[in-house]
């Protein structure tokens, strides 16, 4: 069993930066992944870090402003949020993706609320 947290989340004005964090055991070989929800929304995947070679992709909607990082003595990935807008405003969802074998399992973090303010 893993266990995903994540922390970080607030209130902040459009235009301001806020770093998101997601602890969880043993992360240094998993794929990482950052999630949103908003309101009334799916929940759309933003950011991912491999497990295997570090390599990221973003989603065009947070391209440029997002950035993904690992800090494996942590045990914590982070994703930084600059030039925030009013739409980025979700609850912000970690995600852990555990290879064993031909097979994966996958694990939730609870969640992490960013408002942006107009």
């Not at 266990?3 to 902040?12: A, D, I, N, Y």
């Not at 602890?23 to 950052?34: D, E, F, K, R």
């Not at 009013?86 to 609870?110: F, I, K, L, M, R």
């Amino acid at each position: 069993q893993v266990q995903v947290v994540e922390s970080g989340g607030g209130l902040v004005q459009a235009g301001d930066s806020l770093r998101l964090s997601c602890a969880a055991s043993g992360l240094s070989s998993y794929t990482m992944g950052w999630f949103r929800q908003a309101p009334g929304k799916e929940r759309e995947g933003i950011s991912c870090i491999s497990g295997s070679d570090d390599s990221t992709h973003f989603a065009d909607s947070v391209k440029g402003r997002f950035t993904i990082s690992r800090d494996n003595a942590k045990n914590t990935v982070y994703l930084q949020m600059n030039s925030l807008k009013p739409e980025d405003t979700a609850v912000y969802y970690c995600n852990a993706v555990v290879a064993v074998g031909q097979y994966s399992y996958s694990y939730w973090g609870q969640g992490t609320q960013v408002t942006v303010s107009s």
